[in-house]
């Protein structure tokens, strides 16, 4: 199971970077848990300096943009 980290405060990017993680998962049909960390200090422990962030299994993938849905379905691939 993937553990698709969401790092950002709720605003409307993060909440889109969201959605694209959630729809790139279901596409490939991998289990996943989403998660969405919001509390700054948490972010900051991630080294994540700009959000949306998203980070899989605990490794940052992307940070400061939203990524495509078909972006993020390669990172989910990568072993």
Avoid: W
Wanted: with cysteine.
């Amino acid at each position: 199971m993937k553990k698709i980290q969401i790092l950002g405060m709720g605003c409307p990017k993060c909440k889109k970077l969201a959605e694209n993680a959630e729809s790139a998962a279901k596409e490939l049909g991998i289990e996943y848990e989403l998660v969405k960390i919001t509390d700054i200090k948490e972010i900051m422990n991630f080294g994540v300096m700009t959000t949306p962030a998203l980070a899989v299994d605990g490794e940052v993938k992307i940070s400061g943009r939203v990524s495509s849905v078909e972006e993020i379905k390669k990172i989910l691939q990568q072993k």
